[in-house]
């Protein structure tokens, strides 16, 4: 089993930064690939970036150059840093771990308005 707690989230202005972080536990070691969904309202929700086991980072276009996910070790947070924001950012960003199963965090809130 894999627990995961994202957070970091809040209200930022257009052209902000915001980073978030989640935190996994359990039997970590067994962690393939690690990543970040959002969902906005009434929208499906989609991926944002992930990171292999190997370190090897990929990103959705919408968010290429201006997201960067990142990890320094399997024991610690996987971190989303976001910069130059912008309100269509807005949404509830997910923590997403593969690892036997797929394991989903609770989500926190990114709010991008002026």
């Known amino acids: 089993q894999v627990q995961l707690v994202e957070s970091g989230g809040g209200l930022v202005q257009p052209g902000g930064s915001l980073k978030l972080a989640c935190t996994a536990s359990?039997?970590?070691?067994?962690?393939?690939?690690l990543a970040w969904y959002r969902q906005a309202p009434g929208k499906q929700r989609e991926w944002v970036a992930r990171i292999t086991s190997d370190g090897i980072t990929t990103y959705a276009d919408s968010v290429q150059g201006r997201f960067t996910i990142s990890r320094d070790n399997v024991r610690s947070p996987v971190y989303l840093q976001m910069n130059s924001l912008k309100p269509e950012d807005t949404a509830v960003y997910y923590c997403?771990?593969?690892?036997?199963?797929?394991?989903w965090g609770q989500g926190t809130q990114v709010t991008v308005s002026s």
């Open positions: 997403h771990a593969l690892a036997n199963r797929v394991y």
């Open positions: 359990g039997n970590i070691f067994s962690i393939r690939l």
